[in-house]
Every structure is written in structure tokens, then in C-alpha cells.
């Protein structure tokens, strides 16, 4: 695979960004594409390894060294048709994925891993701008119809493959857009909403039929889905996780997700009464995961006066923890794009309390310094720091805490089976009721954009064998193409 030696010859290279007081004036990608020649550098680094650790690290199996030994061959169409094989949608992955796969890539024990992601999303974007990707349309038709609640990455793959499979799809979202956390979660400069645009128009071509403002359970009931022959359900974890802290309801302490997804609107176009603004005001963002660092991104473009980052983790280690060595994911410290736009970053920090002016209006958080006391067998105690409470100026706190599970208006009116996380039970991703599925975070709790797209094919391909008794949907990883 690649060029014997390459990973000798040439050293790991990625794109560059435009300058930060150039990038934060706009909500536009910012990446600089590398030349081609370089993306077949990258792809002649793959080594013959033997074992690919890569794969297993993907949930989506993609075959990595053949698309690299493709890239490296300039044998571009190949590299797109193995991709394809197994991603639906790598313009999303390519930009989005934490590529699990670079950490267990075999190379990256000695030196800096195989470039994967940025390779993906070249061959993908290579193959839009060389019209090699256009709309793939059944033989025929199964008679067979199959409602998709959801439009994130989970429903659309979900879409897509029964779609493949001949069977007539109709996707519900309950916004106003196609593309669930994607469009409304994702800020505008890591993914361009002219990306899932462009992909829609395909999947309508494709035969797809797309419904929005449609919230099932809610102003569509769902004995409206009886007509349809099966169900996958695929709205996310959108039950956002709060804080039991004094002055949680005071003016100013916002969700992240509101927050975002006003931004995203109004970038678009939308009116939005009041929106949420961080123009000239001390921002405090709680959590430290990628949706603080959207925040801290979104919070810089505004024009924020200051912009804090809490953890309440230890600060992690720059390289690999021992605790988590090669091939595993690791806990290692990440400083994003937005952290380098401007952030004080801070860790092992507990907010006691929202301050409150005479108005109700946010005007500061009291925290304290804290220790994690870890006992074996135990659940690991928060440790407060005696004597170290502090206030801190603050017109707006972010709260970026992560999803605690789906909201149960589906489960309920459809009397599903949910788990002790409030997850959606399923087995092989059908539910109790034999005709209505689950896939991605509804399923499995808050998740990567991989696990999303994976959980969305492998539900379609057991939709399909509900629904014809066969099926000729891929399994995980192998590549193997639908008949059509």
C-alpha cells in the first residue's frame, strides 16, 4: 500500500489555516486545500503494515489503505469508489470526524500518522468538482415504504441505503432544514451549509423525498406513520445537560446549542427576536469538548470582550496518557482552531453560582478549585479546594455539558422500550415493535458524526431484511456495493 519507504521520504503534512484576525471577520471555512501532489505525498505515506489497526478504529470500516494506495497512484475515480463503499458522506466526515483512525494508524507509534482525514476529504471534494458524483437511482421499485424520523447524519445514511435498496424513503425533520445537528449545531466556518446543500439536491435526485417542518409526535401525529410499511428513528440525543447551581435561570446563562443554532439562522437569513449575543461581553464557556470550543469560535466572531474555557477534568497530558496507549483513542490534551483564536482556558474548575445584578441580568460566576480523589472500586470524588472561590466577570455563560439522552415524545407515543440512559432499546436496531427501528445517538447515546453515519446503514440494511426477507445492503467494512 502507498510508496515502499514513503513514510520515510516524505513528512506528514496538513492545511493550512488563513490567519485568525482574517478568519474571525467571516463565518466561512478557513482551511487552505493542500496542492494535489502533496495529497499524493500523504496517500505514499501509507505503509504495508500488515494489520491496518485503522480499520478497526473506523466504525465505518472504511478500507483506508486502499483509498491511500489509490490517492497515491493518482488513480483518483478508485480511491472515490472504495470510499463510497463504505462512507456515504465523507464531505462531512472529511471536515468533522475526531478520525479515530490517525490514532491507531501503525505508522503514528513512531512519527506523525498517515494524513486520513484530509486525504478523505480530498478525494471526496475532488470527485464533486470532477462531476464523478451524481446520483445513484434504483433498478426498481420494492412497493415498500419507510418513514425516516431524523434528518442528521444517522437518517440520511439510513435514507440513502433503503433508497438504494428500491424502497420508497420520506424523511421527516422537525426544523425548518435538512440536516439535523449538522446544520443547526455545526457553526458555519467548520462546515459551509452549501456542503449538506449540495448533498440533499443528490439524495432528492436519488428519489428521497424530504418533509421539514415536521415534528412527529408534535404537529404530525404519529398515527400518520401507520401508512408506511416501516419506521427508523433517528432524531439524536437532544436532551441538553444542565447545571444544579445557584442562579441557573438567571438572564444570560444560555445553552450552547441555542446559542449556535441562532447564529447558524440568522447567517441564513432568519429573524431572530433577541438573539443571543457575545458583542463586547465577558464570556464564559462550561465544558470543554467540541461544542465549547464551537462556542468559543462563534463567541470571537461576534466581537466578545473576553472568552473563558471551564473544565472540570484535569488539564490532560500534550502527548499520549499511559493510561491510554497505542492503538486506543487517546487522552491527550486538543487545542482546536477556535481555542487559537483567542481563550483562557482553565481546568479543574467547578462553578458554585451565577451572580446576579437587581435585574436579574448575569453579571459574574463564583467558582472553586477542584480535585478529582480517585479510590479503587470507587466512583471518583469531586474534591473542593478549601479557600479558593473565586468571581469571575461574566455577562454570558455558555453551557456546552453534552446531551444526557432523546426526548421521550416518541418512545412514549409509540410505546417503545427505553434503557436505564434513556436510550431507545433495540436489538439489532429493531425496537419492540417489530416495523419501527433506531439508529445513532437516539440509540446509543451522544456519539461521533462516524458512529452516526455507521448506526444509519447498518439499521437501513436490517429494515431491508425486515421488510424482503434479504438483503443486499453492505455489512460494516466490506466495501461491497448495492445492487441497483
Not at 466512583?379 to 466577570?393: D, F, M, N, T, Y
Request: net charge negative; aromatic share 6%.
Amino acid at each position: 500500500m502507498g510508496k515502499i519507504g514513503g513514510f520515510k521520504e516524505f513528512e506528514r503534512t496538513d492545511e493550512n489555516n488563513i490567519a485568525v484576525e482574517d478568519r474571525v471577520i467571516n463565518y466561512n471555512e478557513f482551511t487552505i486545500q493542500l496542492p494535489k501532489d502533496k495529497i499524493k505525498e500523504q496517500g505514499s505515506r501509507c505503509m504495508d503494515c500488515g494489520i491496518p489497526f485503522c480499520h478497526s478504529a473506523c466504525p465505518l470500516g472504511n478500507l483506508i489503505p486502499d483509498f491511500n494506495d489509490m490517492v497515491h497512484q493518482e488513480e483518483w475515480q478508485s480511491a472515490l469508489e472504495i470510499l463510497q463503499s463504505t462512507n456515504n458522506f465523507p464531505e462531512f466526515t472529511g471536515r468533522l470526524c475526531p478520525a479515530p483512525c490517525e490514532k491507531s494508524c501503525v505508522l503514528g507509534i513512531i512519527e506523525a500518522p498517515v494524513a486520513i482525514e484530509n486525504i478523505e476529504k480530498n478525494i471526496i471534494e475532488r470527485g464533486f468538482a470532477e462531476g464523478w458524483i451524481k446520483p445513484q437511482t434504483p433498478a426498481k421499485r420494492t412497493g415498500k415504504t419507510v418513514a425516516v424520523i431524523g434528518s442528521g447524519p444517522a437518517g440520511l445514511a439510513a435514507a440513502q441505503q433503503l433508497n438504494r435498496a428500491g424502497h420508497t424513503v420520506t424523511v421527516f425533520e422537525r426544523d425548518n432544514a435538512i440536516g439535523g445537528l449538522l446544520r443547526y449545531g455545526i457553526p458555519n466556518f467548520k462546515l459551509e451549509k452549501g456542503i449538506i446543500d449540495r448533498r440533499v439536491k443528490i439524495l432528492e435526485l436519488e428519489g428521497i423525498t424530504f418533509k421539514t417542518n415536521v415534528n412527529v409526535g408534535v404537529n404530525f401525529s404519529v398515527e400518520q406513520l401507520n401508512t408506511f410499511d416501516s419506521i427508523v428513528l433517528c432524531g439524536g440525543a437532544t436532551e441538553r445537560r444542565s447545571l444544579p447551581t445557584k442562579g441557573i435561570e438567571t438572564k444570560g446563562v444560555v445553552q450552547a446549542m441555542d446559542f449556535l443554532t441562532q447564529q447558524t439562522k440568522v447567517l441564513y437569513g432568519e429573524n431572530i427576536d433577541n438573539q443571543i449575543k457575545a458583542t463586547g461581553k465577558d464570556v464564559i464557556v462550561i465544558g470543554g469538548g467540541d461544542t465549547g470550543s464551537d462556542c468559543v469560535g462563534t463567541s470571537n466572531r461576534h466581537g466578545a470582550k473576553s472568552v473563558t474555557n471551564f473544565e472540570i477534568m484535569p488539564k490532560p497530558p500534550v502527548g499520549r496518557s499511559e493510561t491510554t496507549p497505542w492503538p486506543y483513542w487517546p487522552l491527550q490534551l486538543k487545542t482546536s482552531s477556535s481555542h487559537e483564536e483567542g481563550c483562557e482556558r482553565n481546568w479543574l474548575i467547578n462553578t458554585k453560582e451565577f451572580i446576579a445584578n437587581d435585574k436579574g441580568e448575569l453579571v459574574g460566576l463564583k467558582t472553586v478549585e477542584v480535585a478529582w480523589k480517585i479510590t479503587p472500586g470507587q466512583r471518583p470524588e469531586l474534591v473542593e479546594k478549601e479557600g479558593s472561590e473565586k468571581i469571575w466577570p461574566c455577562d454570558l455563560a455558555l453551557l456546552a455539558l453534552g446531551f444526557t439522552g432523546p426526548e421521550k415524545t416518541l418512545s412514549e407515543q409509540l410505546g417503545l422500550e427505553t434503557d436505564m440512559r434513556s436510550n431507545y432499546k433495540a436489538s439489532n436496531y429493531q425496537t419492540n415493535k417489530p416495523n419501527i427501528f433506531t439508529a445513532g445517538d437516539m440509540r446509543r447515546g451522544q456519539s461521533l458524526i462516524v458512529w452516526a453515519i455507521s448506526e444509519g446503514r447498518e439499521a437501513a440494511r436490517e429494515v431491508d431484511l425486515y421488510l424482503m426477507g434479504s438483503t443486499n445492503l453492505p455489512t460494516k467494512g466490506s466495501g461491497d456495493l448495492p445492487s441497483l
